[in-house]
T-cell receptor, first 113, second 114 residues
Framework: GNSVTQMEGPVTLSEEAFLTINCTYT??????LFWYVQYPGEGLQLLLK?????DKGSNKGFEATYRKETTSFHLEKGSVQVSDSAVYFC????????????FGKGTKLTVNP | DAGVIQSPRHEVTEMGQEVTLRCKPI?????LFWYRQTMMRGLELLIYFNNNVPIDDSGMPEDRFSAKMPNASFSTLKIQPSEPRDSAVYFC????????????FGPGTRLTVT
């Protein structure tokens, strides 16, 4: 079935550093891809999404491009802030339909001032 | 929009007791999902409903867990009897039947079983 592999954390950066969190997937068909963010003590929130190859999702300075040739959806941000400290989850729609999402294990990001 | 509402936010109970977690999805959303999050296993889908009907409960760990959705605006997840290994954060999420399948999560219930 469909699956997601995310780079293991934790990731610790200084403010204004460049961020990349790698995400690769295995899927049949053409799944939709998502990045969710979970701030401390809260539920997951959708950060960005892409529905077809070469689509770029973007939000709050974060970007990710749906790369079918490399089956990847890496999350990037040019200059991180302390407020970006959170856990980031890559996800895709499940095989055989889009009712379920398959989540990666999450990557914890800490940004220091 | 109030978002997905979960109660209680925190629950501490003793082993063997019954625990009931509650969720109110976003109005108009046809799908409701229950997840469990732990450090060891990450985020796990327990069960989901479509139009109040359970569709897939393959993630429910064992018979001690049960979930119901008596109407479109309310769902419960019950654990009876509870065990210390059930300690986790339980999330409810909902989504509409149209759109790009993104799910909207509640704030979670942190359950501690002693």
């Amino acid at each position: 079935g469909n699956s997601v592999t995310q780079m293991e954390g934790p990731v610790t950066l200084s403010e204004e550093a460049f961020l990349t969190i790698n995400c690769t997937y295995t899927a049949t068909g053409y799944p939709s891809l998502f990045w969710y963010v979970q701030y401390p003590g809260e539920g997951l929130q959708l950060l960005l999404k892409a529905t077809k190859a070469d689509d770029k999702g973007s939000n709050k300075g974060f970007e990710a491009t749906y790369r079918k040739e490399t089956t990847s959806f890496h999350l990037e941000k040019g200059s991180v802030q302390v407020s970006d400290s959170a856990v980031y989850f890559c996800a895709l729609t499940s095989q055989g339909g889009s009712e379920k999402l398959v989540f990666g294990k999450g990557t914890k990001l800490t940004v220091n001032p | 929009d109030a978002g997905v509402i979960q109660s209680p936010r925190h629950e501490v109970t003793e082993m063997g007791q019954e625990v009931t977690l509650r969720c109110k999805p976003i109005s108009g959303h046809d799908y409701l999902f229950w997840y469990r999050q732990t450090m060891m296993r990450g985020l796990e889908l327990l069960i989901y409903f479509n139009n109040n009907v359970p569709i897939d409960d393959s993630g429910m760990p064992e018979d001690r867990f049960s979930a119901k959705m008596p109407n479109a605006s309310f769902s419960t997840l019950k654990i009876q009897p509870s065990e210390p290994r059930d300690s986790a954060v339980y999330f409810c999420a909902s989504r509409p039947s149209t759109g790009l399948y993104e799910q909207y999560f509640g704030p979670g219930t942190r359950l501690t079983v002693t």
